[in-house]
């Protein structure tokens, strides 16, 4: 990275800081990648530019971001390199002065797993530092199911806001939450909202299985578009050509060639070791391919979590992304190939979601036996509904199938998270549970009685 990439990288940590940091604070914060010596000199240059505030003396001091003047803001809160500036300056120019593009196979080609990376090494360790979140031990998905609440509201909302969903973040949170519809919005963006709950959920409740393919991309792109799209087009490579709003690029129209793109895409992104290179590489070429009638950009942002949700990472939500920086940056990927304005989003955002989620999880505690044994609790909340028991019956099968299903240590808590699931059990908490409405009300009326 240049002297310019770097200071910006120390800066964005410090805007992250809800409070001065000290020298050795902020290098356990960037990673490894960074070095003592360099930092220091950096935070120098930036206290000189008015960027950074110093507080304190000798081992006591402390750093932290400031907005001084309306350019070195503008900076903080764009994230934009000096070269991606140059780049989006280019994309921002009339259309009739930008001359049309094809799909760049060679672009796509040149790309080898392993030895290509769109993340340069020091900033894949600076988000590993802010985003690991396993212990060793925790199977797949999690941390997202410690978080899932915050990460439907947080990916639902910030996701359909980059598509133009005007709910607002507290509309988002009622309708996904409370079922609550906000007045004077449109079906179509409520749609947009349901359905990114739902791939969300596929996401987490398959994570330990999951794996990037052709099928999976297909089956995100359908719960995307669910109700949105024609159902002959719905999961299915289009059938003819698109064109991109605000840009010259001329995407693929045969459908043969496109499923084999996706295809190659989908291989390709296999062989990526790293979490966020993969995350990035698929947010990138998904969007680029554009193999899909609509929905394209929705399908690369939830495909883009595969790999965190999987490695128990945070989740890449898109936090303070603007609408009109996104939309930059995806046709300098359409135009220019360049993906360094992506880049800068997606490193900002992401730190920005891993210390704000932080907080939720301090503020809401954790629950680790519900969590963990999720799939064993859910089990046995199906047995007791289509065996029909209730009363002392259901105690017994409940003690019962704990003492066989989970160690001595987790019993307790295990039969508490049960009784509590049988309790506040409704239509809305039967997804993937393989038990119908029928069913649920033939086992509650049985309680009444």
Request: aromatic content about 8%.
């Amino acid at each position: 990275m240049s002297l310019r990439d770097n200071k910006m990288a120390v800066l964005r940590q410090l805007g992250l800081e809800s409070e001065p940091i000290s020298l050795p604070e902020l290098m356990l914060r960037l990673g490894k990648g960074f070095k003592e010596r360099s930092v220091r000199r950096w935070l120098c240059l930036l206290v000189e530019e008015g960027a950074v505030k110093k507080v304190g003396q000798k081992r006591g001091t402390k750093y932290f971001a400031v907005g001084r003047s309306e350019d070195v803001f503008c900076e903080v809160s764009s994230c934009f390199s000096s070269l991606s500036l140059q780049s989006i300056e280019k994309v921002k120019k009339p259309l009739f002065e930008r001359q049309p593009v094809a799909y760049a196979d060679d672009w796509f080609d040149s790309y080898q797993p392993t030895a290509s990376y769109y993340l340069p090494e020091g900033l894949r360790r600076q988000l590993l530092v802010s985003g690991e979140r396993a212990n060793g031990q925790d199977p797949a998905g999690t941390y997202a199911h410690k978080i899932f609440n915050r990460l439907i509201i947080d990916l639902s909302y910030n996701s359909s806001r980059l598509e133009g969903n005007t709910y607002s973040l507290l509309d988002t949170e009622r309708l996904l939450i409370y079922g609550d519809t906000a007045e004077g919005k449109l079906d179509e963006e409520k749609a947009m909202i349901l359905n990114h709950k739902e791939a969300t959920r596929y996401l987490v409740d398959n994570a330990p299985r999951l794996e990037v393919s052709y099928n999976v991309i297909c089956t995100l792109h359908y719960l995307l578009s669910d109700g949105l799209l024609d159902t002959t087009e719905s999961g299915k490579v289009r059938k003819y050509g698109v064109r991109i709003g605000g840009s010259t690029y001329i995407p693929f129209e045969d459908p043969k060639r496109l499923e084999q793109q996706l295809e190659k895409i989908a291989a390709k992104s296999a062989s990526i070791e790293d979490p966020y290179e993969k995350s990035i590489f698929l947010l990138i070429h998904i969007s680029y391919l554009q193999a899909f009638t609509d929905v394209n950009k929705r399908t690369a942002r939830l495909a883009a979590n595969i790999s965190l949700i999987r490695g128990n990472l945070v989740p890449l939500a898109f936090s303070d992304v603007r609408v009109e920086d996104y939309m930059s940056a995806m046709i300098a990927i359409y135009e220019l190939q360049d993906v360094r304005p992506l880049v800068d989003l997606y490193v900002y955002s992401y730190l920005r979601t891993c210390a704000a989620y932080d907080s939720t999880i301090n503020a809401m505690g954790f629950d680790e036996v519900r969590v963990n044994r999720r799939q064993e609790r859910r089990a046995v909340v199906r047995e007791v509904i289509l065996q029909g028991l209730v009363g002392e019956r259901l105690r017994k099968f409940v003690d019962v199938e704990a003492n066989r299903r989970v160690p001595a240590l987790d019993r307790v808590d295990f039969t508490e998270d049960v009784l509590e699931d049988l309790e506040q059990i409704d239509e809305s908490r039967l997804a993937g549970l393989g038990v119908t409405l029928e069913q649920l009300k033939v086992w509650k009326q049985l309680k009444r009685d």
